[in-house]
Structures are given as structure tokens and as C-alpha cells.
């Protein structure tokens, strides 16, 4: 149980184009799911917390109009990055807030990696 | 905001070696601590987790601890095997937020 998909896996897309990045989490509903963004070689950084029904809540230094998340159902999140720039090539991963042994805890999607040319 | 330190940044052991990973953190509020495992280009996979209401927790040859005081915690892993090879996170929860903030990593090589 408790897995999370992310979809593309990879994608590759010319500087000044959009890409949105799905997260399904396929056997449980999460009300809440997470993005990071993960650098070659460097930790997870939280960018942003996404509510189903709500706005998601962005981190301190993350430009909430080029990262748009929408959360809108229990099993999926988007995030597109707008006008993407060779800078935004990175790892993008979606975690999704589920329940082991009785608590909560975040099960983490494959990731996508995203190249701006 | 929850400031996460990890050491070290690199690791390497000999097969049948233990390995141990320490991550302090800084804000007291912080009661859940997730530890991943990352092999390149996948998913971090949760392989052990502590509450702030317990000092120390074991899963096979995999143990973390807790000391909330000084507020550290630590990654055991006994009887290393090579396939313990990855990039290992340590992470602290906001209560009340459920959101992590990772440590730096520290990729773990076991060498046959």
C-alpha cells in the first residue's frame, strides 16, 4: 500500500515553455502532499505544501507564480513551472501524507526530472 | 524556521562494519524523525522513523536514537552490507505540519 506516482518521469522542454507534473497517490487519499525540488547531489528542499481545496502554502524564496500547484482531489496534485529556464532543470519530487501504523507519515513519488534547453 | 545538520557528508565502510549518521536539529518543537534512503535517481524509500517520546528505536540491523536534550539523533546500521550503498536523509517534522526538513545526505558506501 501507499504508493505515489508522478508523471512524466522525465521530460525535456525548450526554455520559455510550461511543464506540469503530475502526483497521483494510487491506493489511499491524501489531503495533503508535499514538493521538493532536489539538486544533483544535494538534499530535498520543501518548496511547497499542497491542501486539497485549498492554496497551497509555499516556502520562503519559492515564486509562488512560476511553481502553480493545484490540488484538486484526494489522489492528485499538479505542479507547473511556468516559463521554464535552464536554472528550473532539476529534480522534481512529490511526497504524498499517508497513514503507517496509525500515523501519518509522507510516501515519497519517483520523481521527475526536468531539463530546460 | 527547523534548521537540519547532518554528518557525515560522505561515508565509507568495510562489509560486516557498522555505520553511524548523526543529524542535530534545532528547533525543540520538532517531535518526528523520518530517516530515507535514496539510491541514484529514485525515490527516497522511509526506513525507520522515531517519535520524540521514545530515546531509541531498532528494525533488524537498522537502529536510530534519540536524544532530545541535545537535541540529535543518530542512524545505526550494523553488519553493512553492499546493497546499504545510497544516499541516506535524515529529516525533522514540524509538529503540527507534517513537513519535513531534510539534512544534507550522506551517501554511504560499503565496500565488499
Known amino acids: 500500500g501507499a504508493v505515489v506516482s508522478q508523471h512524466p518521469s522525465r521530460v525535456i522542454c525548450k526554455s520559455g515553455t510550461s511543464v506540469k507534473i503530475e502526483c497521483r497517490s494510487l491506493?489511499?487519499?491524501?489531503?495533503?502532499m508535499f514538493w521538493y525540488r532536489q539538486f544533483p547531489k544535494q538534499s530535498l528542499m520543501l518548496m511547497a505544501t499542497s491542501n486539497e481545496g485549498s492554496k497551497a502554502t509555499y516556502e520562503q524564496g519559492v515564486e509562488k507564480d512560476k511553481f502553480l500547484i493545484n490540488h484538486a482531489s484526494l489522489t492528485l496534485s499538479t505542479l507547473t513551472v511556468t516559463s521554464a529556464h535552464p536554472e528550473d532543470s532539476s529534480f522534481y519530487i512529490c511526497?504524498?501524507?499517508?497513514?503507517?501504523?496509525?500515523?501519518?507519515?509522507?510516501?515519497f513519488g519517483p520523481g521527475t526530472r526536468l531539463l530546460v534547453l | 524556521g527547523e534548521n537540519v545538520e547532518q554528518h557525515p557528508s560522505t561515508l565509507s565502510v568495510q562489509e560486516g562494519d557498522s555505520a553511524v549518521i548523526k543529524c542535530t536539529y534545532s528547533?525543540?518543537?520538532?517531535?518526528?524523525f523520518p530517516w530515507y534512503k535514496q539510491e541514484l535517481g529514485k525515490r527516497p524509500q522511509l526506513i525507520i522513523d522515531i517519535r520524540s517520546n521514545v530515546g531509541e528505536k531498532k528494525d533488524q540491523r537498522i537502529a536510530v536514537t534519540l536524544n532530545k536534550t541535545a537535541k540529535h539523533f543518530s542512524l545505526h546500521i550494523t553488519e553493512t552490507q553492499p546493497e546499504d550503498s545510497a544516499v541516506y536523509f535524515c529529516a525533522a517534522s514540524i509538529t503540527g505540519t507534517y513537513k519535513y526538513i531534510f539534512g544534507t545526505g550522506t551517501r554511504l558506501k560499503v565496500l565488499a
Open positions: 491506493d489511499f487519499q491524501a489531503t495533503t
Open positions: 511526497s504524498a501524507l499517508g497513514l503507517a501504523g496509525g500515523r501519518e507519515t509522507q510516501y
Open positions: 528547533d525543540s518543537a520538532s517531535n518526528y
